[in-house]
Nanobody
Framework: VQLQASGGGLVQAGGSLRLSCAAS????????IAWYRQAPGKQRELVAG???????NYVDSVKGRFTISRDNEKNTVYLQMNMLKPEDTAIYYC???????????WGQGTQVTVSS
């Protein structure tokens, strides 16, 4: 499984970005796929994710502002980020988990910078 993340950039506070994570390879084996972020000096945290049962946001700080969705035909997961805040500044990574081999696959990350 290979993951290609894109859509990051520099935006002012209150603005919006949409991140994309395109999966290729053995995509039918993917059990779950999620967005993580890592801010400077902080641990990587789970933002939102999708399983075969659906998608959900995990971090309280993004509820009501971020929406995760997936397009199965395009093998792509999106993270729509609205009302961005400076504290959302981080590198955003997508990760796929393949249960049959119990392995995590990570994309290369995309930088999101929110200016105040």
């Amino acid at each position: 499984v290979q993951l290609q993340a894109s859509g990051g950039g520099l935006v002012q506070a209150g603005g919006s970005l949409r991140l994309s994570c395109a999966a290729s390879g053995s995509t039918s084996d993917i059990t779950s796929i999620a967005w993580y972020r890592q801010a400077p000096g902080k641990q990587r945290e789970l933002v939102a994710g999708c399983t075969n049962g659906g998608c959900t946001n995990y971090v309280d700080s993004v509820k009501g502002r971020f929406t995760i969705s997936r397009d199965n035909e395009k093998n792509t997961v999106y993270l729509q980020m609205n009302m961005l805040k400076p504290e959302d500044t981080a590198i955003y990574y997508c990760k796929a988990y393949v249960h049959v081999v119990m392995t995590d696959y990570w994309g290369q990350g995309t930088q999101v910078t929110v200016s105040s």
